[in-house]
């Protein structure tokens, strides 16, 4: 092991428990997330992955409370553990939420391409965002923003004055995650930060989130499709599934290790450059209906190793025998164990 | 089926006749019925359609009630043809529904006899200016270059004079009692607006993928315009005609009210009589100004409401399931 | 790393003129300039033509007229219809043209025709004023009640009032203008007596001074009550309904959720995240809708009584006063022309995507 498997798993910065969330649509009520426990040690990174429509970037919208007039969260906690004594977020005023936002925990959304006003110059927004939570003053926001443009590799002075449309697609990416840090959050958010992003700058984003975790120690959460990005900047991997975590473990047992079927797919499906064809195997079927989902485990329609007991009944996360810290969410974990361990001898 | 068993009974009882020729009187029998059939059928169609939307539908209803009140109605109705001195300017009783005018004459046979025109006159310029506006639009689109620059430019320009004066001014030069020439003007006055549109439109559609992709299928000419673009551009059409129904009405009764124009008996023609007798000043005489004015204001009414049901009709995604 | 450094557009060595010449000639509010400028030409020479090419030539009506009337033998005739309209007959039809033109950018616009030795300039100096003030708070009112509205309308979508009021703005944008008026007129003022009529007929009483003092400007404003009130009425509703269907798309937009998601305050999220955006495609309206409400003048101004432009327009049309109707037909294009020039400048400032078409990282 190296030393980033070594996270100071010390005290959770922030806790979600039993977190329900579901939405109203025309049909039905969508169930998006349900019963999600999940802890975000301090100094930690954990990725969370899965297909689109997982539930993933609802969950990641409902730790700010930033969710949609038809979503309601229905069930759950939220607690926070800053410097002060513990945040009930989903109890939190409008007042206490706008200032617990940005400053406590800082959400940065995918495609930054639309994420600023267009009639505004990024001085402006930098300066907007100060000025809301009262942090500092005028100069010191200055000095903050052109330090922290810096850091983020763009010409500070250049792009401070610019208006977005002045800037490229992975430049205002940039500007996005520098702004985030201005009032040092303790907790980042960071809902799909490569997609739609080419190549190169992705390299950028990703190498900046590495100096991020180690210089500065921030505690993040990356959601994303993308599984590289969680092997290159996870320490934990919880993998989603139809609203609910089917697995989580440090990114080693998550990758090398996997005990859910639903893991061992997303992994198998993944073409990487050195790998052989036929190892690549995808998962057959769609997501399922969060409507009216299935019966009992909600993977088992697409699952090669279901049994009758699957789909009856919902399995839950439960400690992996002989791994510490990984946990699952399925009957037949053993099975998909033999299976990963299989595939990795000939690589590994 | 039962309902097409021709009424002289079974083919059993006919007897002697002919297998063959009796199915042939059927058909005979059937094909006009079929025919009528399927006309209810598609009116029924379409109505459910027209009634998704609930202004547009009581928009079509009132557009339709107009229709019927001056084209049907005048049958019945006649146009009051001598003055009668002892009912100048009385109230709506049973005899005068909406009271008399200032020469004693019934003010709702007159609307009844007076929108005619009108109506003509609306649809007519409708049919042209969205005639005019759609070909050049697409054309224009179609082709690009500099024709499309000569068009745009000229249609920015064109749209910053302002109309209605410059409509007022050619009414003293031209003879604009004649309808055509009417409609044809106010269509050729207005066509620089739907001209933007139906371009922007078109633009747009042209390069949507379902259009690259019958390109590049080669699914054929004819059948990319009339399959795929123009069916996407019907919504635009619609409108198009509404606007120019609503813009031909306004600028025919402005120009009548203002006395620019003469024209025959009309309910642009009851407001400037209205108006020039004085019968605004007196609180009598109030229907006499007040029922064109209210019969206008309905029709327009009707169009804007009736184009909103079109617009989802014919723009599938604006339907809310 | 392709974006590691960011791109500079200036040129950092001295720009040759060529270059500059481009850049001053992509810039939008020159286009526009240009644009502005052809418009008024093309309008001039529209109306000289008309005047001179349509079936019933005014200039051979008006000399045939005063053959008529006065008795006038037909040089004679020529020569004072050629002064009054401002025309050298004589002279080949491109000569008149350039004539024309000249007297135009000198201010000559001829002589009214009805009113002997009134010019057409000082005719309009009188009276296009009262227009132009009438027409113009009718549309400040109109616009900023209607988009304020408009957007409350947006954020207050589930409240009850909601759909009644947007009844309401539908339905008044939908009947015309000069309807509007007429009720107006009729229901106020005569059948329930709210509004002294009789008293407001006119731009101004007779007997008040005209100045800054605040008698004239109160008399001012009670003369042009009626007016504005149909032309606020008249375009409230269009105002309401389009800012409402903008800034409900503007609260679905990225940057909105970012901004709340950055804390800041509903206050300056409704200011300068929604509403600055919000606003800018009804800029254009604004353009589109300036021309119309000054061309209904002419209507609104002769159900009340209006002294304006629009009123002596119609006034000339009857009276086949054509130097006079060319004139202000002219003025009022020129006027719209103006107006849509200034509504592309202030977009030009709320929104800076457009300044420069050719900016860019």
């Given at each position: 092991m190296n030393e980033r498997?070594?996270?100071?798993?010390?005290?959770?910065?922030?806790?979600?428990r039993d977190l329900w969330v579901d939405y109203q649509a025309e049909r039905g009520t969508v169930k998006a997330v349900r019963?999600?426990?999940?802890?975000?040690?301090?100094?930690?990174?954990?990725s969370l992955i899965g297909e689109s429509g997982c539930g993933k970037t609802t969950f990641g919208l409902s730790l700010v409370r930033l969710l949609v007039k038809a979503a309601t969260i229905r069930k759950g906690e939220i607690v926070y553990y800053g410097d002060t004594k513990p945040m009930d977020i989903l109890s939190l005023s409008e007042r206490e939420l706008r200032h617990f936002r940005w400053s406590e925990c800082a959400m940065v959304f995918q495609s930054a391409l639309n994420a600023f006003n267009p009639v505004?110059?990024?001085?402006?927004?930098?300066?907007?965002?100060?000025?809301?939570?009262?942090?500092?003053?005028?100069?010191q926001a200055r000095q903050r923003s052109l330090e922290l443009l810096r850091f983020v590799q763009l010409e500070p002075e250049r792009v401070i004055d610019a208006y977005p449309h002045e800037l490229s697609g992975g430049m205002r990416q940039r500007v996005l995650l520098a702004m985030s840090l201005l009032l040092r959050p303790e907790i980042l958010i960071l809902d799909e930060p490569t997609t739609a992003l080419d190549i190169l700058t992705q390299r950028t984003i990703i190498e900046l989130l590495r100096r991020l975790k180690q210089e500065l120690g921030f505690s993040m959460i990356f959601i994303s499709h993308d599984l590289s990005i969680a092997?290159?900047?996870?320490?934990?991997?919880?993998?989603?599934?139809?609203?609910?975590?089917?697995?989580?473990?440090?990114?080693?047992?998550?990758?090398y290790r996997p005990a859910h079927p639903y893991t061992l797919g997303l992994i198998r499906s993944v073409p990487t450059v050195t790998g052989e064809f036929r190892d690549l195997i995808s998962i057959p079927g769609a997501p399922p209906d969060l409507i009216e989902p299935p019966a009992g485990c909600k993977f088992h329609p697409r699952c090669p190793y279901a049994t009758e007991r699957c789909r009856e009944e919902e399995p839950h996360l439960e400690l992996v025998p002989g791994h510490d810290g990984h946990y699952v969410a399925c009957f037949h974990a053993d099975q998909v164990l033999r299976q990963s361990v299989k595939r990795m001898q000939p690589n590994d | 089926m039962a309902g097409w068993i021709p009424a002289y009974g079974s083919v059993e009882e006919v007897g002697s006749v002919s297998q063959r020729q009796v199915s042939n009187n059927n058909e005979h029998r059937l094909r006009p019925l079929a025919w009528v059939g399927a006309l209810f059928g598609g009116i029924g169609r379409f109505l459910k359609l027209m009634a998704r939307n609930k202004t547009g539908f009581a928009g079509f209803l009132l557009f339709i009630g107009f229709i019927l009140l001056t084209t049907v109605g005048p049958l019945f109705i006649e146009e009051p043809k001598s003055a009668d001195i002892t009912a100048i300017y009385s109230p709506p009783s049973r005899e005068h529904i909406l009271g008399t005018d200032s020469q004693g004459k019934d003010i709702f046979a007159q609307i009844v006899n007076g929108g005619a025109d009108i109506m003509q006159l609306a649809l007519?310029?409708?049919?042209?200016?969205?005639?005019?506006?759609v070909t050049l639009g697409s054309i224009s689109a179609i082709i690009g270059g500099r024709l499309d620059t000569f068009l745009t430019t000229l249609a920015d320009v064109w749209l910053t004079i302002p109309r209605f004066p410059l409509l007022a001014v050619l009414a003293t030069l031209i003879k604009l009692s004649d309808m055509a020439m009417l409609a044809l003007i106010l269509a050729v006055l207005g066509w620089a607006g739907l001209y933007r549109s139906i371009r922007a439109q078109v633009f747009s559609l042209r390069e949507r993928d379902y259009v690259e992709a019958a390109v590049a299928l080669d699914l054929g000419l004819p059948h990319i315009i009339f399959k795929e673009i123009l069916p996407n551009m019907m919504s635009y059409i619609a409108i198009s005609f509404t606007f120019g129904m609503t813009s031909a009405i306004y600028a025919q009764v402005g120009l009548v009210f203002l006395g620019l124009v003469p024209l025959t008996r009309n309910w642009g023609v009851?407001?400037?009589?209205?108006?020039?007798?004085?019968?605004i000043f007196f609180r009598d005489s109030v229907y006499f100004i007040m029922a064109p004015v209210t019969a206008i204001a309905l029709l327009q009414l009707s169009i804007v409401w009736m184009s909103r049901s079109l617009e989802e009709i014919f723009n599938p995604r604006l339907r809310t399931g | 790393m392709s974006d590691s450094t960011v791109t500079v557009t200036a040129v950092s060595r001295r720009p040759s003129l060529g270059s500059l010449l481009k850049r001053i000639a992509s810039h939008f509010l020159v286009q526009r300039l240009a644009k502005a400028l052809f418009t008024i030409w093309f309008v001039t020479s529209l109306t000289f033509f008309l005047i001179r090419l349509m079936p019933s030539n005014p200039v051979e009506v008006y000399i045939n007229e005063l053959i008529l009337n006065y008795g006038l033998p037909y040089a004679e005739a020529r020569d004072q219809a050629a002064s009054l309209f401002a025309l050298d007959l004589d002279a080949p039809l491109w000569k008149q043209y350039l004539d024309y033109m000249v007297n135009l950018v000198h201010g000559n616009l001829g002589t009214s025709l009805r009113s002997p030795g009134t010019t057409v300039t000082s005719i309009i100096v009188t009276f296009l004023p009262w227009t132009i003030f009438s027409v113009?708070?009718?549309?400040?009112?109109s616009f900023t009640v209607g988009v304020a509205l408009g957007m409350i309308m947006a954020y207050k979508r589930d409240a009850f009032w909601e759909p009644i009021l947007s009844g309401v703005a539908s339905t008044l944008s939908a009947i015309p203008n000069y309807i509007i008026g007429i009720v107006l007129l009729v229901y106020l003022g005569v059948y329930w007596g709210l509004v002294p009529i009789h008293q407001m007929r006119g731009s101004r009483s007779p007997g008040i001074e005209p100045?800054?003092?605040?008698?004239?400007?109160?008399?001012?404003?009670?003369?042009?009550?009626?007016?504005?009130?149909t032309y606020v009425l008249a375009t409230i509703g269009g105002w309401m309904l389009s800012m409402k269907s903008s800034t409900l798309s503007t609260l679905g937009e990225d940057y909105v959720t970012v901004a709340r998601a950055r804390g800041l305050p509903e206050r300056r999220i409704t200011t300068a995240y929604v509403g600055r955006n919000a606003m800018l495609p009804l800029v254009t309206q604004l353009l589109i809708s300036i021309g119309f409400i000054v061309g209904g003048s002419i209507l609104i101004e002769s159900i009340f009584v209006y002294q304006g432009i629009g009123l002596r327009l119609l006034e000339a049309l009857n009276n086949r006063d054509y130097p006079l109707m060319q004139g202000i037909f002219l003025i009022i294009t020129i006027s719209v022309v103006v107006s849509n020039l200034l509504a592309d400048f202030v977009y030009g400032w709320l929104d800076p995507r457009v300044r420069v078409s050719g900016g860019g990282g």
């Open positions: 498997a070594g996270v100071v798993k010390g005290d959770a910065v922030l806790s979600v019963g999600v426990n999940l802890d975000l040690y301090r100094g930690e990174s954990l505004l110059r990024i001085w402006d927004q930098m300066y907007d965002t100060v000025k809301a939570h009262g942090a500092m003053t005028r100069d092997a290159e900047l996870a320490d934990r991997v919880a993998t989603m599934y139809a609203g609910t975590i089917v697995e989580l473990g440090d990114v080693y047992d998550t990758f | 007519l310029t409708g049919v042209i200016s969205t005639f005019i506006g009851m407001i400037n009589l209205a108006w020039t007798q004085g019968a | 113009g708070l009718g549309l400040v009112i100045g800054f003092t605040l008698v004239f400007i109160k008399d001012v404003l009670f003369h042009a009550a009626l007016p504005i009130a």
